[in-house]
């Protein structure tokens, strides 16, 4: 079984399916990014990071490339099931998933959608015999950290930065993200984790 088909719709969140993303789906990704991303803008100054750093949004060839890959998968509305809410996209790493990107428009927070998408990903990595999922995220803003934290991840210290994690971190250095407002998280994932009901 590859990951694209281990989850067809789940019902984590009352009222929304987490699927697989279909080619249709992706030209709506990048209004979803934008729209969440202004929940950060409060906190933009006090890090010390301008707006227009939220526009250095994932691409839609990256995108298109995580379809094909079966990396990318939405949240839908169950009835249409084409109305979307939010995404998960991931790349690879030795050990497991890294998450590139995740999620929901504002109108749609609170709901359970995101830690829907997130046992998504980590079930799917099981599937594949992965040892970890692996995210960064915003250190000061106040929800981040303790949200991932409810879904198993734990802050990665530098000094236990694998190469790849090194290789992530100098690159959202490049793009503006210092070292001092980004913090890596990972969730190890034993293999006798059960599937999600």
Same mark, same amino acid.
């Given at each position: !079984?590859?990951?694209?088909?281990?989850?067809?719709?789940?019902?984590?969140?009352?009222?929304?399916?987490?699927?697989?993303?279909? @080619?249709?789906? +992706?030209?709506?990704?990048?209004?979803?990014?934008?729209?969440?991303?202004?929940?950060?803008?409060?906190? =933009?100054?006090?890090?010390?990071?301008? @707006?227009?750093?939220?526009?250095?949004?994932?691409?839609?060839?990256?995108?298109?490339?995580?379809?094909?890959?079966?990396?990318?998968?939405?949240?839908? !509305?169950?009835?249409?099931?084409?109305?979307? +809410?939010?995404? &998960?996209?991931?790349?690879?790493? @030795?050990?497991?998933?890294?998450? &590139?990107?995740?999620?929901?428009?504002?109108?749609?927070?609170?709901?359970?959608?995101?830690?829907?998408? !997130?046992?998504?990903?980590?079930?799917?990595?099981?599937?594949?015999?992965?040892?970890?999922?692996?995210?960064?995220?915003?250190?000061? +803003?106040?929800?981040?950290?303790?949200?991932?934290?409810?879904?198993?991840?734990?802050?990665? &210290?530098?000094?236990?930065?694998?190469?790849?994690?090194?290789?992530? &971190?100098?690159?959202?250095?490049?793009?503006?993200?210092?070292?001092?407002?980004?913090?890596? !998280?990972?969730?190890?994932?034993?293999?006798? =984790?059960?599937?999600?009901?």
């Amino acid at each position: !079984m590859d990951n694209g088909d281990i989850v067809n719709a789940v019902d984590y969140a009352v009222g929304y399916l987490i699927r697989p993303a279909q @080619p249709s789906d +992706v030209e709506h990704l990048p209004a979803i990014e934008r729209a969440a991303a202004q929940r950060y803008v409060p906190y =933009l100054g006090p890090l010390g990071l301008t @707006p227009g750093i939220l526009d250095d949004i994932v691409s839609v060839d990256f995108l298109n490339q995580a379809l094909h890959q079966r990396h990318l998968w939405v949240a839908a !509305m169950a009835k249409p099931q084409t109305t979307l +809410v939010g995404f &998960v996209v991931v790349d690879r790493l @030795p050990t497991g998933y890294f998450v &590139v990107e995740l999620d929901v428009l504002p109108d749609s927070g609170r709901q359970g959608i995101g830690t829907a998408l !997130m046992k998504q990903v980590v079930e799917a990595a099981r599937q594949q015999g992965f040892t970890t999922v692996t995210l960064t995220t915003f250190r000061h +803003v106040p929800w981040t950290i303790p949200f991932y934290q409810r879904l198993g991840f734990e802050i990665v &210290v530098p000094e236990d930065y694998t190469p790849d994690i090194c290789a992530i &971190v100098n690159h959202e250095e490049h793009h503006g993200f210092s070292r001092q407002v980004r913090v890596v !998280m990972q969730c190890q994932i034993p293999s006798s =984790l059960p599937p999600p009901q």
